[in-house]
């Protein structure tokens, strides 16, 4: 192994060394714990530390990185207390994520380090937003995202290296290649010769580096930083290593030839470099010592402050607590002006947009098409005009990493705002709302200050691809406020409240509504608080419980049978749920119709007649009933459409409760 050190000087090259053996000696140490029973699961990165240290000392100290599972050298070099971090893999309350994540799941801001979710991949994009909120703030930074060979197989590294092209993003994508994803080999993952190739594609530049050679790494980091800052522009590193132990511990290692083992053990990037430092009479075997004693001492330290925390005593309502950043949501009004215009639902949309814009300096939008095109509905028509393309963002094909590129301005302070083109393509960002938006919060208390804008449902014969009712997807995952509005006043009041709450929304806007309904909507800013229904109708005999067009059928229903006394609540927020409403329209008429457009199954109209049989049972005078859209897929043919919706089935529905 070549060692070039020549503009390096002394101090530099002995720390280098110094957080070259911390991790190395850390992990020793874990695995003699292991074998003891005192740690659980351990992912080894022995053989690749000097890819996680000599890029994290490249790097500065407010730059961000996302490591993955075999980089405990991006923890250490960011001088993380190794105490703390032991208290973090002991699932201690005084780790990182208060017993909430395991292994290297988590990060801090502190230390500018964004820690991974399993699936890997949607870490890269993370960088991107991070890299976006640089580029926009015209700071002199990067930031910096791990891969594995394996992981380079996903589409969100796919979509990652796409946007970041496209956009010019200053991230430095930097893979691992150690030839094998868990047992299978680079032959059965890929077919282009080196990872580096698949940079060509993204008309992104990419070097080859030994990742066993601390100073090729930090070196090799050094000129991609100033090359993503000067070009502003990503690049990629392959780093080329090899993993000295299975994928986890108790997984093991026959799966890989022994030769490899021999080969890559003459190639230890800790030995090596030491011995290189010998050899020129930069360091001593005393400073050797020296240096190991110190970690040493560190590292039986923390071990004594990790064993002798307590184990942690769940409190529940701190666990409930902690799934959102603590927001007082209200409704307010910025101006006493009380004037209102005639809008349309989608004017009412764009409205807010408009002024959520003005209000949120650092709000930035992006979707396919936003922008000099104003979306598939028009809803951001004239907005990059006023706005610039900078926060009016067009994005390539890629919802998953638009979605991470959110959180990553969040993680920067921004506020970011992504319109789905239809909801239904929110199968393609699903990883990162569910996973990523959803949890981060609770996992390690960085928030997720995102909204996503769903164009949703039936009416208009758009078929299966183009119409789905998909809510119940999103208020089933802990962590998401689901905004599903009825009526112009309440979309554009709950739209501003969703842009002011520092947590991740996902907002439903009903587009067969866009262009159909109307009302009078105040002009100025006002927010309307969610979480809270809105009563359209008080009635005696009957409630219709419900949401979005249902609030529209409900309300003709109730037009065409005078004879009924029908309340109708609006529900409005779909998480959370206004049970106080729900509770005080059972009281007034002991008879309940929970109506959507969403199918019968798994619809959140079974949720709410579970808590109503559970909590209102002495008010009720009927069993309750649903109407909902058939169990089907959503046909395309406006017969077929009509017949699916719930819709048609209203009056049986109606009928069949007041046979009680
Ligand atoms: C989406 C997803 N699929 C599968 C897995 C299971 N898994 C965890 S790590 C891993 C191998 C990753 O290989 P690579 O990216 O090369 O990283 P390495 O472990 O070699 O460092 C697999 C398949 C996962 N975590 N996430």
Redesign the pocket.
Known sequence: MQFDHKHFDKDLLIQLYAGLVKPRMIEEKMLILLRQGRVSKW?SGIGQEAIAVGATMALDSDEYIMP???NLGVFTARKMPFSKLFLQWQGKKEGYSKGRERSFHFGSNEHHICGMI????PQLAIADGIALAHKLQKEQKVSLAF??????S?GDFHEALNTAAVWGLPVIFLI?N?G???S?PSSE?FICKQLADKAVGYGMASKIIDGNNILEVYQAIKEAREYCITEQKPIMIEAMTF?MRG?EEASGVKYVPKELFELWGKKDPVQNYEDFLKKENIIDDAQIAAIREAIQQEIEAGLEIGFAAEAIKPDTAEEVADVFVPYKAENTVITDSCAKSEKKFIQAISDAMRQAMERHPKLVLMGQDIAEYGGAFKVTEGMMEQFGKERVRNTPLCESAIIGTALGLSIKGYKAMMEMQFADFATVGFNQIINNLAKIHYRWGQNADVVVRMPTGAGVGAGPFHSQSNEAWFTHTPGLKVVYPATPEDAKGLLLASFEDPNPVIFFEHKALYRSVSGQVPDDYYTIEIGKARLVQEGSDVSIITYGSGVHWATEYAKQHPELSIDILDLRTLSPLDYEAIEASVKRTGKVLLLHEDCLMGGIGGEISAWISENCFQYLDAPIVRCASLDTPIPFAIELEQNFLAKGRLDESVQKLMQF
């Open positions: 992912f993955l599972h075999r399993s699936h890997l991949g891969s594995g060979d394996g992981g380079t996903e691992e150690n094998y994803g868990l299978t993952q993993r994928h």
